[in-house]
């Protein structure tokens, strides 16, 4: 398949190569770093859901690499929202304990523009991105887990479906852990409490006006009562995205919140208001405005503890001594 490389693209490649080249040395010399340009299909979350339809696209993702070989690889997403710097922070953060990282861009790359790509689409760029790191000489292919953030973080929890591994995933492939900050969880999809193997985690502010914590918990409960490997960190008096310090400048798109609906999936991939009965549509009455976004710094320190600790057990690394001592004080 060839993929056309539009302005849109060379833009991005030249973004991705500054930011690369810029904060490499922030990290340690020893560090490699690559842009790689990868197909995926562009999908509405009905077509994701059914598999089947959308249109083949090309996109781009960062890849930064600690080691020579054998190396185990976190892939972050990001979606409308936009990149921001503390998405930078927690590549270095991961490449200071030998993860490497693979930062996709699901939005700006494509010829499509970013508002016709629905939340759960990005799971076809996450199960993209796993196949292709899993041919890369210097990835161990059994060592690769999954971030996202908000949209994206909807769209990585729910990767984490077994139905979404047979849809678009290979069979002797899959991820080896997943983390999700601040989802949406007020969907009920079809079979979505039958988890692959991997350990799931949620982190969420308890106070989240945005995608409410609650809405999340149930969904843990629900997926841990079938045998899934899933807890939620909730953190108190913690809102969305309590972990971005400059929150106020990236909540462009979500301005509306769906924290009050119950969402379910019907036949052929339509969502359901369970309330009306009716197909879900934003002007539906359980669509509130959206809350603040709001940093709070214990929850981001506590958080930028644990998530590096969490993916160094599964990937089996050596603790560092120094988050080691953080961690008995």
């Known amino acids: 398949m060839i993929m056309l490389i539009t302005r849109a693209r060379l833009c991005l490649l030249a973004v991705l190569l500054g930011w690369l080249f810029l904060s490499a040395t922030s990290v340690r010399a020893a560090v490699s770093s690559q842009i790689i340009t990868f197909n995926t299909v562009t999908m509405s979350d009905q077509q994701l859901l059914r598999g089947k339809g959308g249109e083949s696209a090309g996109i781009v993702g960062a890849l930064k690499l600690p080691a020579g070989k054998n190396n185990p690889v976190v892939i972050l997403l990001y979606g409308a929202s936009g990149y921001t710097y503390e998405l930078q922070d927690w590549v270095e953060l991961l490449n200071q304990r030998g993860i490497g990282t693979f930062m996709v861009d699901s939005t700006n790359g494509r010829i499509e523009s970013s508002s016709s790509l629905r939340r ?8 993209a991105a796993l196949a292709q790191l899993a041919q890369h000489p210097g990835i161990d292919r ?3 887990g999954l971030i996202g953030f ?6 990585a929890l729910y990767a984490g479906m077994k139905r979404m591994q047979s849809l678009y995933g290979q069979a002797d492939l899959s991820f080896a852990a997943i983390a999700s900050f601040y989802p949406d969880c007020s969907f009920q999809y ?8 991997a350990p799931i985690r949620i982190y969420h502010g308890a106070d989240d006006q945005v995608n409410a914590a609650d809405n999340c918990r149930h969904y843990v409960s629900r997926s841990a009562g079938t045998g ?3 807890q939620i960190t909730s953190y108190p008096d913690a809102g969305h995205a309590f972990d971005l310090i400059r929150s106020d400048k990236v909540r462009s798109g979500l301005e509306r919140s769906l924290r009050g609906c119950t969402i379910r999936e ?4 339509i969502l359901l208001n369970q309330e009306t009965g009716r197909v879900f549509r934003m002007e539906d ?6 809350g603040p976004w709001a940093y709070n710094a214990a929850a981001a320190n506590d958080v930028r503890l644990k998530l590096p600790q969490f993916f160094t057990q599964v990937f089996k690394l050596e603790e560092p001594v120094s988050a080691a001592r953080l961690a008995t004080q």
């Open 150 to 155: 908000t949209q994206s973080g909807q769209a």
């Open 190 to 197: 079809r079979e979505d409490e039958v988890l692959i193997e």
């Open 266 to 269: 019907g036949v052929k991939g």
């Open 228 to 230: 899934g490997n899933i």
């Open 142 to 144: 059994k060592r690769i």
């Open 120 to 127: 759960m689409a990005l799971i076809r760029d996450a199960y």
């Open 285 to 290: 009455d359980c669509v509130q405005p959206a």
